[in-house]
């Protein structure tokens, strides 16, 4: 059993898209991060840069006690490791597939996340760095279509977590003032992975965390989720 501490954004979605497609058994404990259910202490014992997803593994490899796993990134190594499943055994295709992992949690998750803020929520409209995350989000989307147009997936031949890294941060294309039809190779992919039953079940599984469609930023949550420091952690 999998404790999936989760709430339905992004990198949220990466995991459930893991654990679906890999048939393993769990459970979401919904993380509300517009309420603050980030700064729990319960959930900082294990999530110490209150952020959601994280794990914890009742059942872990080694047979001893859970494991806990924070940040999405390493949450999809760890599942991948200890599945065997979606992250390939040799060392050039191992290589890669981290390559364009790390290249998710690096770059695109982080620039996608800044032209969300700017263009969406910052209380002041401010051209310049609407323009920067905009421009940058567009040169990544670039970088994804020409892997994309001589590659099936992200690795290669085969779907592996790289591809379910990068694919929920695609998904809000259109709020990121992005158009997948000037990417026909990164549009290929995005409507391959689209159509898999595991990715419908995943975001079925996230819609049913949050049924009502509550909006996770809106006046009084953006006073929680913006403008944290060091004091946040000690709430």
């Known amino acids: 059993m999998i404790d999936l501490y989760f709430w339905p954004t992004p990198n949220g979605h990466k995991i459930t898209m893991f654990l679906e497609e890999a048939g393993l058994d769990y459970s979401i404990k919904p993380v ?14 294990f999530s110490p840069n209150n952020r959601m997803p994280a794990i914890i593994d009742q059942a872990p490899a080694d047979g001893g006690d859970p494991i806990t796993v924070f940040e999405s990134g390493a949450i999809l190594l760890y599942l991948a490791e200890k599945t065997g499943k979606f992250l390939p055994a040799d060392v050039r295709g191992r290589k890669t597939v981290t390559e364009w992992l790390f290249w998710q949690v690096g ?5 996608a996340g800044q032209n969300h803020h700017f263009v969406q929520y910052a209380p002041e ?18 970088v994804m279509d020409k892997r994309l147009s001589g590659n099936e997936f992200l690795g290669g031949a085969d779907y592996s977590i790289a591809d379910m890294a990068s694919y929920p941060w695609i998904v809000p294309h259109e709020r990121q003032q992005q158009n997948l039809d000037d990417f026909p190779g990164l549009k290929r992919w995005f409507q391959a992975i689209k159509a898999r039953p595991a990715v419908v079940s995943a975001y079925e599984k996230g819609s049913a ?4 469609n509550q909006a996770t930023v809106n006046d009084e ?5 913006f403008g944290q420091s060091a004091d946040s952690l000690k709430r």
């Open 125 to 142: 409209r401010i051209p310049y760095a609407m323009e920067r995350y905009v421009k940058e989000t567009n040169r990544l989307y670039g």
């Open 107 to 111: 770059g695109l998750g982080p620039m």
């Open 32 to 45: 509300n991060i517009g309420t603050g259910d980030q700064f729990k202490p319960e959930f900082l014992a």
């Open 221 to 225: 949550s953006k006073k929680i989720l």
């Open 209 to 212: 965390v949050n049924p009502a």
